[in-house]
Every structure is written in structure tokens, then in C-alpha cells.
């Protein structure tokens, strides 16, 4: 389950990047919930923004820089875990505190979005995860439509590509939107 998870935390830390040019154009409405109001105006800004949270582990920061649909999707792939968790009982949810660094009570009283916040704070603030994205640079941008396509070298040397999406005034990184380009970064990195 967790690995399903940070597989696309790790794709999203590793291929978000951005482009340099303001879009001063906005959604209606306000930001999405979170502890500090993003200040980027640029894709750009929303990468370094996005990969400093990456490389100290801040998974609220990470967390408030997807998607509103991203987000749901993450939800949603841990509402069956939790069902799984509740059917066999409370020595599993002592078993997923364990892991969690929280208790059985407080994992329990989460919604689905807490939960899943505290798995991806568990996997982000990993040395490893960290180090990856300390290691992941900027590449180029290029605007596609309403869809900033950043271009990333990753920590391994191969490529990444992702998109950001403007959302209530902000670049969001959207895991159906950059999974859409995966055939064009399998074909960057072809031959490596």
C-alpha cells in the first residue's frame, strides 16, 4: 500500500518542474487548504517551490502543491487499505501506528485525506526520498495549451517530464495530466 504511494510521490517530486514565464491569469476562488499561501506566480517558482519541500521531507508542502484531483485520486487509493485495516482490527491498526509513528486512536479518527497525509509525511521524510530530490534539477518548459510541461534530470541521469496545472492561481502538479506524457519520457530516456 505505501509503496503504491510513494511510487507517485516520488514520480511527482522527481519530474515537477517549471518555466519561467508569469501567467498572471487565475482561477476564481480561493487556495486549497494548507498552512501558508504558495507566493509562486510562475511554473518555475512552483517547482523550486515543490522541490525544496521535497528535499527537507515537508509533506503538508508537497500535499498543498497537487492537484485537487491529484489529491482525491491519492485518497481514494487508500480508502480500500483503511477498509482492510478496520476489518481485520485493532492489532493492525497497532501494527500501522507502529509504522506511522502515531497511535492506533489517532489512526483511526482520521479522515481518509489525514491518513493519507500521514503515510505520505512518513514516505517523504525519508533520507532517501530527500536525497532524490536534492538531486533532481530543472531541465526546460514548455507550455502546452493551459498545461506547463517541465522537463526535469532525475536523480539517476534519466529524464523526467511532468505537468503543472493552474489552479485557483497556482501551479499544481497533476498526476493524470503527466501521466499522459509517460511515452514521451520512456522515449527520452531510450537507449540509457
Known amino acids: 500500500m505505501k509503496k503504491v504511494l ?25 487556495s486549497s487548504g494548507g498552512s501558508s499561501a504558495p507566493t509562486q506566480k510562475t511554473p518555475e517558482e512552483a517547482y523550486k517551490e515543490f522541490k525544496a519541500a521535497g528535499e527537507r521531507g515537508d509533506a503538508k508542502a508537497l500535499w498543498n502543491a497537487m492537484s485537487k484531483k491529484t489529491r482525491t485520486q491519492l485518497v481514494e487509493q487508500f480508502k480500500p487499505m483503511i477498509e482492510q485495516i478496520n476489518k481485520k482490527g485493532d492489532e493492525e491498526w497497532e501494527e500501522a501506528a507502529k509504522d506511522l509513528g502515531r497511535t492506533a ?9 489525514e491518513f493519507t497525509e500521514v503515510v505520505m509525511a512518513k514516505n517523504m521524510a525519508s533520507e532517501s526520498e530527500m536525497e532524490k530530490a536534492k538531486k533532481s534539477s530543472f531541465d526546460k518548459c ?12 532525475k536523480h539517476d541521469g534519466t529524464k523526467g517530464i511532468g505537468a503543472l496545472v493552474k489552479e485557483d492561481g497556482t501551479w499544481k502538479l497533476d498526476m ?3 501521466k499522459k ?3 514521451e519520457e520512456r522515449k527520452l530516456n531510450e537507449g540509457k
Open 6 to 30: 510513494a511510487l507517485s510521490l516520488a514520480v511527482a517530486v522527481l519530474t515537477a518542474a517549471g518555466c519561467g514565464k508569469s501567467d498572471s491569469s487565475s482561477s476564481s476562488g480561493s
Open 176 to 178: 493524470d495530466e503527466t
Open 105 to 113: 486512536a489517532e489512526l483511526k479518527k482520521m479522515s481518509p485525506e
Open 181 to 183: 506524457l509517460k511515452d
Open 142 to 153: 514548455e507550455m502546452r495549451g493551459e498545461i506547463a510541461v517541465v522537463f526535469t534530470n
